[in-house]
């Protein structure tokens, strides 16, 4: 299938959208895969003039897709190498999980809105993401029967650090998960052991809650 256009117009944008996350501390390794990700392919074509703000943006079933600062940031702190299997719970608009197989990682996603992950996981199919493993289920249940994940990144605002999400990331690896109540915390959960994690916490952000079970 063709690709949808990439322009100098749009690409000028997200240019200009790089240097802007550079000056908010993002490093080269993650700006030069986002330069990579074409952003405006996740948004509804009428709105794709916005793609490059550095701003939230309505989806579809309520959902939004996240602001860039908030993807470089979550996949600063995952630092992935490549070929790492990693779980994300809120595929939303594919945009996120885009970023994470850009980066060179095997991605698995989950997305609890039947809607959004029919047509996120075509959309992927179509613009050439069709190695991203797209699941429809709740993710606070993760996936055991692919796991363990060097790493799981959540991306709705979640109550707690869910329990069967700890047991299905490898000793090593960790969680980048943005806790509390619509305006969250980041934090980076490690398993230093079996049973032991470690907490780090970094700056607020906002977030879409994340909700149990599946929806329709
Ligand atoms: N990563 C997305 C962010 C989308 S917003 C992007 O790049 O666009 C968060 C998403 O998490 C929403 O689509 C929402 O439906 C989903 N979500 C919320 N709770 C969930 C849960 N328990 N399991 C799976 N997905 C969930």
Known sequence: MKLPE??????????????L????????AVLEVMMKVPRHYFFPSTFDVHAYDDKA?????DQTISMPY???????????KPLEKILEIGTGSGYQAAVLAASGARVFSIERQKQLFDSTKLLLQNIGYSDIKCFYGDGYKGLPTYAPFDKIII?????????????????GGWIVIPVGDEVTTMKKVT???????VEEDFHEFRFVPMLGGKAK
């Open 6 to 19: 990439d322009n100098y117009l749009q690409q000028g944008r997200r240019k200009a959208l790089m240097e």
């Open 21 to 28: 996350l550079r000056q908010k501390g993002i490093k080269e």
């Open 57 to 61: 943006f309505p989806i579809a079933a």
């Open 70 to 80: 908030t993807v470089a940031f979550q996949t600063q702190l995952l630092e992935i």
């Open 155 to 171: 991306t709705a605002a979640a109550p707690i650090i869910p329990e069967d999400l700890k047991q299905q990331v490898k000793v």
């Open 191 to 197: 398993r230093i052991s079996e049973t032991e994690f």
